[in-house]
C-alpha cells in the first residue's frame, strides 16, 4: 500500500491504545509530514477519513497542506464528512479547509455526506455542521445530481428530511432528467419515497 510508519500511527487502527506520542516521536525523529500511499493518499487524509481527531489536530498544528487531493481528488473533509466523522469536520472546518472542493466526480463533502455510507451512522451531524459553515445546499455533480438525489438513491430518510426542510428543491432533475423521486422508486426505497410524496 506504500504507507510509512507516519501513515500507519496517523490511522490508529488500535483504537484503544494513544498513538499520538508515536506520531509526536515520528515528527521530531524529521520524518517527511506529507508522504503518499498508492491512493495518492497523506496522513492526514487517513487520519480524517478514520476520525482521529487529535491526529489531525496535530499534523495541522505542522502546517501540512490542508487540502491535499487523492488518486480521486478527494480532500480530507471529503473523507471526514463521507465517513460521518462530525468532529473532524469541525476540526478541519476551523482550520479554514476549502468548504466545497470538489472530487473527481464532481461532489462535494456535503454530497458524500448525503450519500450515507455506511447505513449504522448517524449523518445528520455532519450534514448540519457543513449548512452551518454555509455550503450550497443544492451542489451538482457530474450526473447533474444534487445531495437530495443522492440521499433519495440510497434510502437515507433522515438526510432526505433534513434536506427538505432546509428548502431545496423536491424535484430537481439529474442529466437524465431523473428526479430524487425517481431515483428512490428505481431503487426500492418504500420509506423514501413516501417522505418525497408527503414533501408535494
Known sequence: KKRTPLHLAAIGIVSFRNSTPVLETLLKAGVHKEPRDELYRTPLHLA?????????????????????????????????????????????????????PRDKKKRTP?????????????????????????????????LYRTPLHLAAENGCESTVGILLKTGVEKDPRDETHKTPLHLAAEYGRDSTVQILLKAD
Open 48 to 100: 480524517a477519513e478514520n476520525g482521529c481527531e487529535s491526529t489531525v489536530g496535530i499534523l495541522l498544528k505542522t502546517g501540512v497542506e490542508k487540502d491535499p487531493r487523492d488518486e480521486t481528488h478527494k480532500t480530507p473533509l471529503h473523507l471526514a464528512a463521507e465517513n460521518g466523522h462530525d468532529s473532524t469536520v469541525q476540526i478541519l472546518l476551523r482550520a479554514d479547509v476549502k468548504k466545497e
Open 110 to 142: 456535503f454530497h458524500l455526506a448525503a450519500t450515507g455510507k455506511y447505513s449504522f451512522m448517524n449523518y445528520t451531524p455532519v450534514l448540519e455542521t457543513l449548512l452551518k459553515a454555509g455550503v450550497s445546499k443544492e451542489p451538482r455533480d457530474e
